[in-house]
């Protein structure tokens, strides 16, 4: 069974401090891992998305990396609109994708 | 940009009624997908559509639940007889690709058995 695990659960960050989430997943066959951002009472909104193991994609203030076991959204500076639920997903062959419980982000100004 | 539309918003049923949640995706994307997340609880997947019929459902979709595409642009899910567990946020997704190619969301519908 495809497993995603995410940490921290929740991380609260003062803005301008830099900090990075994790997504561990177990996956055999891993087509693409997936970022999204969450917003309270709304749907997932697509971020990024990540093949192989070394690639990195940026967006403004977020970066995100894959190794073979797991994948880091790296925050730079973040700003209080960057506060959210980041979520992490993965893809095995054409299955649908599979959800993390997501990292609760909180920036204080 | 384009987006997934969903309506309503918000549901609130009583216990053993039908619901219908409803979908528009997006126009040249070919497959849809159903998820739910219960409050506070990961996002989970439903069901898969592709060509006008499931391609995969999770153990989730049990027979209470259906989906059906009635034309062009709609894309629905139906619950036949709401239990209180079903209450949860169900979101709407689509994709013009099956794999390589992350899924639209629309909003949610917040769905409340009472």
């Known amino acids: 069974e495809d497993q995603v695990t995410q940490s921290p659960e929740a991380l609260r960050l003062q803005e301008g401090e830099s900090s990075s989430l994790n997504c561990s997943y177990t996956?055999?066959?891993?087509?693409?891992l997936f970022w999204y951002r969450q917003d309270p009472g709304k749907g997932p909104e697509f971020l990024f998305t990540?093949?192989?193991a070394g690639e990195e994609k940026e967006k403004e203030r977020l970066k995100a990396t894959l190794t073979k076991k797991e994948s880091f959204l790296h925050i730079t500076a973040p700003k209080p609109e960057d506060s959210a639920t980041y979520l992490c997903?993965?893809?095995?062959?054409?299955?649908?994708?599979?959800f993390g419980k997501g990292t609760r982000l909180s920036v204080i100004a | 940009e384009p987006e997934v539309t969903q309506t309503p918003s918000h549901q609130v049923t009583q216990m053993g009624q039908e619901v219908i949640l409803r979908c528009v995706p997006i126009?040249?994307?070919?497959?849809f997908y159903w998820y739910r997340q219960i409050l506070g609880q990961k996002v989970e997947f439903l069901v898969s559509?592709?060509?006008?019929?499931?391609?995969?459902k999770s153990e989730i979709f049990d027979d209470q639940f259906s989906v059906e595409r009635p034309d062009g642009s709609n894309f629905t899910l139906k619950i036949r007889s709401t239990k209180l567990e079903d209450s949860a946020m169900y979101f709407c997704?689509?994709?013009?690709?099956?794999?390589?190619?992350?899924?639209?969301f629309g909003s949610g519908t917040r769905l409340t058995v009472v």
């Open positions: 996956v055999s066959g891993l087509r693409g």
């Open positions: 997903a993965v893809q095995r062959g054409n299955t649908p994708l599979v």
């Open positions: 559509f592709y060509n006008n019929e499931i391609s995969e």
């Open positions: 997704a689509s994709s013009k690709e099956r794999a390589n190619y992350g899924y639209t």
């Open positions: 990540l093949y192989s």
């Open positions: 126009s040249n994307h070919l497959y």
